[in-house]
């Protein structure tokens, strides 16, 4: 019922930026928080922003101050922003909505997930 895409991912020199987006689509009433997490080779999957509805956000002591999160509720979008890019930072990058109504779940709030983008920084 609802698919997450994400783009924006690639190849970058450390020191760089790079700009994820995720796309929200189909029978979409509303979501609640919208994020962005990341899975590095041999580790597990961990948080590194999301953003409510109405633009609170969280940010993994990792990324504050370098990576900025927004969303456009309209566009059912939301984006990272990741500047001075580090080697550290390479992983691949999921995008996660989380609270979601749709037309056919309207009083169950269901959890989707994206495939995943990768992103690698070169040193």
């Known amino acids: 019922q609802v698919q997450l895409v994400e783009s924006g991912g690639g190849l970058v020199q450390a020191g760089g930026s790079l700009r994820l987006s995720c796309v929200a689509s189909?029978?979409?009433?509303?979501?609640?928080?919208m994020g962005w997490y990341r899975q590095a080779l041999g580790k597990q999957r961990e948080l590194v922003a999301t953003?409510?509805?109405?633009?609170?956000?969280n940010y993994a002591d990792s990324v504050k101050g370098r990576f900025t999160i927004n969303r456009d509720n309209a566009k059912s979008t939301v984006y990272l922003q990741m500047n001075s890019l580090k080697p550290e930072d390479t992983a691949v990058y999921y995008c996660?909505?989380?609270?979601?109504?749709?037309?056919?779940?309207?009083?169950?709030?269901?959890?989707?997930w994206g495939k995943g983008t990768l992103v690698t920084v070169s040193s």
């Open positions: 953003i409510t509805s109405d633009g609170h956000t």
């Open positions: 996660n909505a989380g609270g979601v109504h749709t037309l056919f779940e309207r009083y169950r709030a269901m959890d989707y």
């Open positions: 189909g029978t979409i009433l509303s979501i609640n928080t």
